[in-house]
């Protein structure tokens, strides 16, 4: 069965912050992360593991927060955090998987 | 049940990770040195609804300055076996705030370690016990 994927969403303040203000940054992106553990009903057989490994968030071209992920990440993953607002610039994520798929998003945050 | 598969950059784990080793494998990934339980929050029920889908909010108190800062994250489930790491997150200062939410899976009620470390080195925790009705690798 085909299983969307990707898709990735991030959701950043509409509205210019201040500068300083720390802004909550979320996303989602659409993946199975599948464990490698689980058989399908049908066939008995393994599905092999599916998942993100890491995420990469970049703010006006800088890394600036790196996760490493398990597949006991749950499914569709949700992440959220905290940026300082600086300058106005890209904020930029990166979700790569094991089989090698690499998604990416950005948003801009607007500091006034 | 069994859930999780060990993490590309870490070394393969032992093939059961009972409470004991916990221990050894956090001071592999977060480095050595005493732990103070302090500093570290984690909002979560003692009772999960849906184990395939646990809110995972992580605040640590402390400064993201840029020589006084929160490195690393990680939580670990120690009943997640073969492997309890389930997450790792590397911060930065321009963070402003030690603070990330993410989504888990729980195989088994189990106990659930969030470990930090400032760039000096220093290492905070928190333990919480979670109880799930039934594990979340069916999901």
């Known amino acids: ?13 509409k509205d210019p912050v201040k500068k300083g203000e720390l802004v909550e940054i979320r996303s989602l992106i659409k993946h199975p992360m599948q464990t490698g553990l689980r058989r399908d009903k049908v066939t008995d057989a393994l599905i092999p593991a599916h998942f993100i490994e890491s995420v990469v968030v970049e703010y006006g071209g800088k890394p600036v927060l790196k996760a490493t992920w398990s597949t006991a990440v749950a499914k569709d993953p949700y992440l959220a955090f905290f940026i300082k607002a600086e300058a106005t610039g890209p904020l930029k994520m990166t979700w790569k998987d094991n089989k090698g798929q690499v998604f990416e998003a950005s948003a801009v945050i607007t500091v006034a | ?91 930065t200062p321009e963070m402003g705030k030690a603070a990330v939410e993410f989504r888990a899976r729980l195989a088994a009620s189990s106990k659930v370690r969030v470990i930090a470390r400032s760039n000096t080195g220093k290492l905070y925790g928190l333990i919480k016990e979670v109880q799930v009705a039934t594990g979340g690798c069916a999901g």
């Open chain 1, 1 to 13: 069965m085909a299983e969307e994927l990707g898709n990735p969403k991030i959701r950043t303040p």
């Open chain 2, 1 to 91: 049940m069994v859930l999780g598969t060990p993490l590309a950059q870490a070394e393969a784990p032992t093939p059961t990770a009972p409470a004991n080793d916990m221990d050894a494998l956090i001071a592999r990934l977060m480095g050595p040195g005493p732990i103070t339980l302090e500093k570290v929050a984690l909002d979560l029920p003692a009772t999960a609804d849906n184990a395939a889908l646990v809110r995972m909010p992580i605040v640590v108190d402390h400064p993201m300055e840029p020589n006084n800062f929160i490195q690393m994250v990680a939580l670990f489930a120690d009943n997640n076996t073969p492997d309890p790491l389930v997450a790792q997150f590397e911060l």
